[in-house]
Every structure is written in C-alpha cells, then in structure tokens.
C-alpha cells in the first residue's frame, strides 16, 4: 500500500508463447487442488501420485512460460511478517521455522522433535487459495 513494488513482471523468450484462457488454467489448477487435497494414496500408490501431481504442474509451467516475474530484494526479511500474518490468520506453525536449505531453496525446518502421526502444521483453508476464493477474487 505504501510502499513501492518490488517485483518486476519480465517477458522472457521469443514472445512467440499462445494466450492461455483463464478458464484452461483454472481447470488445470483445479485439477492440481484436488489432486493434492485428497486422502493419501496407499504406500504403492505414492510414486503414481507423485507423476501424476508433477505432470499437471509441468502443464500448468509451460503454460505460464514467457512471464517470470523477479524479485527484487530480500526474501527473508519478510518472513517475519508473512509468518506473524499466518498466526493471525488462525495458522498453527509452532515447531517449524522458514529455512534455506542450500541448493534447494527454501522450506520448513522442525525446531523440535515431531512424532509420528503428530500435528505440527495446520492452516485454515481461509488462508488457502482455492478455485472457489479465486473465482470469488479480483482474478474470477
């Protein structure tokens, strides 16, 4: 609101990328939500999954592909903000802190020990971006 943005949308490529209906990316996300948010398939069921999760996420990237948008500045230091924000907003995200992990990016680190089948994450789907917040939304 006050401050200047600091991201830039950047085209990249030859500009040769075709337009994409809103409607097809939403399909494809929506396809992507449902796949993610379901139960937990069985053990031997896992791998399949995981091709099939990545499969719509490579979709939906070369879908977006001729836009990236840069960031100018310092992720960590809004991590602070963004993690007093999730506890505001009804998020339980005691025991794990945001971290890099070289060469990987970033991601969640436990700060104590988690047992098995214990809670350490929870977020309350007010927070999540579902097909139905986004057709509710400015992008809808």
């Known amino acids: 609101m006050g401050r200047k943005s600091r991201v830039k949308t950047q085209k990249s490529g030859t500009g040769a990328t075709a337009v994409v209906s809103p409607k097809e990316m939403m ?10 948010s379901s139960a937990a398939p069985s053990p031997g069921k896992e791998w399949e999954e995981y091709i099939q999760i990545r499969g719509l996420v490579e979709k939906i990237r070369k879908k977006q592909k001729g836009i990236s948008v840069i960031f100018e500045g310092s992720r960590e230091e809004f991590f602070p903000e963004l993690m007093a924000w999730a506890q505001e907003s009804g998020a339980s995200c005691e025991g794990v802190e945001i971290a890099n992990f070289a060469g990987e990016g970033f991601g969640l680190r436990a700060t104590k020990d988690i047992k098995a089948e214990e809670l350490f994450l929870w977020i309350p789907r007010t927070m999540l971006m579902t097909v139905e917040s986004a057709k509710n939304s400015v992008l809808g």
């Open 27 to 36: 399909n494809l996300i929506s396809d992507l939500l449902q796949k993610c």
